[in-house]
């Protein structure tokens, strides 16, 4: 499993995202919350997007940078759900917290809520 997070994988579609919003699932925990939905027609396993309030963060430069450690984050760990899921589905992580995180605490977070998502997957498919 290559660890890449190419143009295929981005979540880009208004139509899903607010399908998402509407109709997706979410795993918590705090300060990221995973929102899915289980999708169809797609070329890729996972879809993925990252979200940051803009009323948390004022600055687009705040903004950008944990957007982008959201996307590292989810790159270097997405062969834990990628290996171990059946079927495609749309993801969209929001950050919620406050305060400017370090990669280690959301790389850590990221780990808990994939594995979090696995084991609800898992759960659902074993019934």
């Given amino acids: 499993m290559d660890q ?3 143009k295929k994988e981005k979540l880009k579609s208004k139509v899903l995202i607010t399908k998402l919003f509407d109709e997706g699932k979410g795993i918590s925990s ?3 919350k995973l929102i899915y ?3 169809t027609n797609h070329s ?3 879809k993925t997007g990252v979200t940051v309030s ?3 963060f004022k600055s687009a430069v ?3 940078r944990i957007k982008r450690l959201l996307r590292e984050a989810y790159r270097r760990n997405k062969a834990l759900v990628f290996n171990n899921t059946d079927g495609n589905y749309a993801f969209l992580f929001l950050y919620l917290g406050k305060e400017m995180p370090s990669f280690e605490q959301l790389d850590h977070k990221m780990k808990l809520v994939l594995n979090k998502f696995k084991l609800q997957i898992n ?3 074993t019934q």
Avoid: H, I, Q
């Fill in 44 to 46: 890729v396993s996972f």
């Fill in 4 to 6: 890449t997070f190419g």
């Fill in 54 to 56: 803009k009323r948390n």
């Fill in 62 to 64: 705040d903004r950008n």
């Fill in 30 to 32: 705090f300060p990221l």
């Fill in 123 to 125: 759960e659902k498919n």
């Fill in 37 to 39: 939905l289980p999708v």
